[in-house]
């Protein structure tokens, strides 16, 4: 398996990530949501993998996004219940880029300009449609690099101070 570069993870549409490798976990309130996502993702022939429902908030975060460090996974879905608590446990892992969204446009653009790799969803703040629609932009998303790579890498050096 490659190990995780911290300046690029899977790349490619929507056709070219079927074998993208996903990892999903939750808290106790987003166990609902993420049966519903892992079910759409399955349908679109990604490997996914659920890691469970975190007991302890937020653990999940920290085993999908050391699973991401460590090559295991390429992408990464975290779910609670606004997705900010996930999402700050998340950026705590070194190489990691994380991103909260509430809607599909940001889900995409956190791809295309950041290179995200962890989508957190607040299942509190939106619904199951529109939580499909925000997981289908940020998969079919692709990192543009160009202009946008020195801006991770600027970022990704934020790590080292």
Excluded: W
């Excluded at 499909?132 to 940020?138: L, N, R």
């Excluded at 991770?152 to 934020?158: A, G, I, L, S």
């Amino acid at each position: 398996m490659k190990k995780f570069d911290e300046s690029n993870c899977a790349e490619g549409t929507l056709e070219k990530m079927k074998n993208v490798r996903i990892a999903v976990a939750n808290d106790h309130t987003a166990t609902q949501l993420k049966e519903a996502i892992i079910e759409h993702i399955k349908g679109k022939h990604f490997i996914v993998t659920d890691m469970g429902t975190s007991p302890e908030y937020p653990d999940g975060a920290f085993q999908v996004a050391k699973s991401i460090q460590e090559g295991n996974h390429d992408i990464g879905l975290l779910l609670c219940g606004t997705g900010a608590g996930m999402c700050y446990a998340a950026n705590k892992m070194r190489g990691i880029r994380a991103v909260v969204c509430s809607e599909p446009y940001t889900a995409r653009l956190a791809r295309e300009h950041n290179n995200a790799h962890i989508l957190c969803i607040g299942a509190r703040v939106v619904g199951t449609e529109l939580a499909k629609m925000m997981v289908d932009a940020f998969l079919d998303a692709e990192f543009e690099g160009g202009r946008h790579q020195a801006r991770v890498e600027k970022f990704m050096n934020f790590e080292n101070m």
